[in-house]
């Protein structure tokens, strides 16, 4: 068990001076599951609330920060493929960005590749 572990540094802290270190690894693991170690109120957004409506009082909790817990095998290769998407859908938009600039400046410069025809961009581009 790690000394930088939140759970143990605040568990040290709060212990007596002879028994911060008489505990052993296995056993800060096992006070670790036991007393449920979590983390509430270190999120970056922390929202909660209270709504009266009608007689009824209702309360929201909204929380949002980075996951720090291990994914699943399925949560890992759904991030991965959402990862390849978002790759690929930026590498696109570069390419027919970069496509239209070319065209542009060949456009701009005279040059026809196929006579009489043209896609009308440039035209566009001038008028706007």
């Known amino acids: 068990m790690s000394e930088q572990d939140a759970f143990v540094k605040g568990l040290k802290e709060r212990l007596p001076d002879d028994l911060r270190d008489s505990f052993s690894n296995e056993q800060l693991s096992a006070l670790k599951v036991a007393f449920g170690a979590r983390q ?3 999120h970056p957004v922390d929202l909660r609330g209270t709504l009266k409506l009608w007689r009824w009082r209702y ?3 909204l929380l949002a920060g980075r996951n720090q817990r291990d994914l699943s095998r399925a949560q890992q290769e759904l991030s991965l493929t959402a ?3 978002g790759v690929s859908v930026f590498l ?3 390419l ?3 496509l239209l600039f070319l065209y542009l400046i060949k456009s701009a410069l005279g040059i026809n590749l196929f006579s009489g025809y043209s896609l009308g961009l440039w035209d ?4 706007g």
Do not use: D
């Open 40 to 42: 509430w109120g270190r």
């Open 59 to 61: 309360y929201f909790v």
């Open 83 to 85: 990862k390849a998407l």
């Open 92 to 94: 696109m938009i570069s």
């Open 96 to 98: 027919l960005v970069g």
């Open 124 to 127: 566009w581009f001038k008028s």
